[in-house]
């Protein structure tokens, strides 16, 4: 599934991933390949995803680290999520 993450300033993250975990307003939910179509607010907490060959470009890996279980790690203050047909957009504060 392909996943994107924008932020006012910029595209964060574009690429493919096979699993991305974020922090629901409700509590952390986690979006598989093939998820029912979904559009949520998030909360102050962590946007992981993993991948097989996930790679975030030199210009923002400033703003990545990497968690526990090898996932990429974006903290953010709130947002919004959008999934649907294996394309999730993360619009991201």
Request: charged content about 20%; proline content about 2%.
């Amino acid at each position: 599934m392909y996943l994107e993450i924008v932020s006012p300033e910029a595209t964060l993250f574009a690429g493919e991933v096979t699993s991305v975990t974020v922090p629901g307003v409700n509590g952390e939910f986690q979006l598989l390949e093939n998820h029912a179509a979904i559009v949520s607010l998030l909360q102050e907490g962590n946007v992981k995803f993993k991948g097989n060959n996930v790679v975030v470009e030199n210009s923002n890996k400033d703003k990545f680290s990497k968690g526990a279980n090898g996932e990429m790690v974006l903290h953010i203050n709130s947002g919004t999520l959008e999934m649907n047909d294996n394309k999730i957009i993360v619009l991201a504060d």
